[in-house]
């Protein structure tokens, strides 16, 4: 039973680039949630996805919107791209009825902005 | 506010015992999260709390008092694969983590 799967794993951009990056939940679960981890910091939560909708989202700007599609898996997508947009990005994937507070977390998608 | 602390770091002996702390403040506090995260790598999952008490796994166990706004990860019998950050993060509303800095454990022979 694969786990939470993100790609690309590594990837370079320069300022100004847009970047997609993918998620694909854990079988069975059909929420998503993106996090932004820089460098020694803990992650911060952009935005979920249940039903193909952002359900909630945190305290990022309008470069940063994403996707869910019918099969659960979700795109994040950040246009403009900023030095500071350089981070670990995290998908994370639940069910929307929170059983035992299963939340968990892919490998992620490390972007570096030049 | 949403606000999340814990140490920014400590270190332990080998076989001992570590008590690592978190104090949160959140907004529809929906549980407590515990993570273990090794450098470069995704956090994993270690224990949720949503009632008050004490939940063992193994070496490891959790604690929650929600009147106090207060956690801790303990961790028995250290090896040196525990050398890591742990990170607390508190369950805001629906499914929504809000994680604290995170705080890195070192473990000496």
């Known amino acids: 039973d694969a786990g939470v799967t993100q790609s690309p794993t590594h990837l370079i951009k320069t300022r100004g680039q847009q970047v997609t990056l993918r998620c694909s939940p854990k079988?069975?679960?059909?929420?998503v949630s993106w996090y932004q981890q820089a460098l020694g910091q803990g992650p911060q939560f952009i935005f979920q996805?249940?039903?193909?909708?952002?359900?909630q989202r945190g305290n990022f700007p309008d470069r940063f919107s994403g996707h869910q599609f019918p099969n659960y898996s979700s795109e994040l997508n950040v246009n403009a791209l900023l030095l500071g947009d350089s981070a670990l990005y995290l998908c994370?994937?639940?069910?929307?009825?929170?059983?035992?507070?299963?939340?968990?977390f892919g490998e992620g998608s490390r972007l570096t902005v030049l | 506010g949403q606000n999340i602390d814990q140490p920014t770091e400590m270190t332990a002996t080998e076989g001992a015992i570590v008590q690592i702390n978190c104090t949160y403040q959140?907004?529809?506090?929906?549980?407590l999260f515990w993570y273990q995260q090794h450098a470069g790598e995704a956090p994993t999952f270690l224990s949720y709390?949503?009632?008050?008490g004490l939940e063992e796994k193994g070496r490891f166990s959790s604690f929650l008092s929600r009147s106090k706004g207060y956690s801790y990860l303990l961790l028995k019998e250290l090896q040196m694969k525990d050398s890591a950050s742990y990170l607390c993060?508190?369950?805001?509303?629906?499914?929504?983590?809000?994680f604290g800095t995170g705080t890195r454990l070192l473990v000496s022979p």
């Open positions: 994370a994937s639940s069910l929307v009825s929170w059983e035992d507070g299963e939340l968990f």
């Open positions: 079988s069975g679960h059909d929420t």
């Open positions: 996805y249940y039903e193909e909708e952002e359900r």
């Open positions: 959140t907004s529809g506090f929906n549980g």
């Open positions: 709390n949503v009632l008050d």
């Open positions: 993060a508190a369950a805001s509303g629906f499914q929504k983590l809000v």
